[in-house]
């Protein structure tokens, strides 16, 4: 099976723009959850999408937020961006069953400038 | 409020020799420790994991122990060699949390021939 797939891989965006990332999760898996890596915070969950409905949200200001299709797809939106959103977008997805299995996409790296 | 800690945030070891990275978490609910390898440039990457109702689990190299009562697990790799050299993380998540993993800020394990 196909891994975890994002896109894209690299975007660069000014102070104020919004932008849309993807993740398609691995086939058959409908849980994806979304994360963000920086150097100085680390690894901090985002949200978490299962059949269409987010179950379950982190701590991170209305300007994030997500949806799932009904194909398991899913994007995270981040609007009025700020410099501090600089940083790795990860999504993961979990197989069916197994409890708390996740598996990462390989990310989508945002600069903000 | 849901924290792990990880230790050491560095560790240099000599090819053939054994690391050890220590984890412990705040939230005595927590029942699933994933621990994921991350080399530079990549994704996560799901390496071994325990739930609360086991001690100790093994796979080749790499074996992790979860002490419940002290609220810690620990990873150890045996024989280490220069492909182990990554960035490890720890992670913990319970029941209900749906998919939410708390990570730890991350072990720079570096191997030297």
């Known amino acids: 099976k196909a891994g975890v797939t994002q896109t894209p891989r690299y975007l660069i965006k000014t102070r104020g723009q919004q932008v849309t990332l993807s993740c398609s999760p691995i086939?058959?898996?409908?849980?994806v959850s979304w994360y963000q890596q920086t150097p100085g915070q680390g690894l901090q969950f985002l949200f978490e999408y299962f059949s269409e409905t987010q179950r379950n949200k982190g701590n991170f200001p209305g300007r994030f937020s997500g949806r799932q299709f009904s194909n398991s797809r899913s994007e995270m939106n981040v609007s009025t961006l700020e410099l501090g959103d600089s940083a790795l977008y990860l999504c993961a997805s979990r197989i069916q069953g197994a409890e708390n299995e996740q598996y990462f996409g390989p990310g989508t790296r945002l600069t903000v400038t | 409020g849901e924290n792990v800690e990880q230790h050491p945030s560095t560790l240099s070891v000599q090819e053939g020799d054994s690391a050890v990275i220590k984890c412990t978490y705040s939230d005595s609910a927590s029942n699933y420790f994933p621990w994921y390898k991350q080399e530079l440039g990549k994704r996560p990457q799901l390496i071994i994991d325990i739930r609360s109702n086991v001690g100790e689990k093994k796979d080749q190299r790499i074996a992790v122990t979860l002490n419940k009562t002290a609220k810690h697990f620990s990873l150890h790799i045996t024989e280490t060699q220069p492909e182990d050299s990554a960035v490890y993380f720890c992670a913990a998540s319970k029941p209900g949390g749906y998919n939410k993993l708390i990570f730890g800020a991350g072990t720079r394990l570096a191997v030297h021939p």
């Open positions: 086939s058959g898996h409908r849980s």
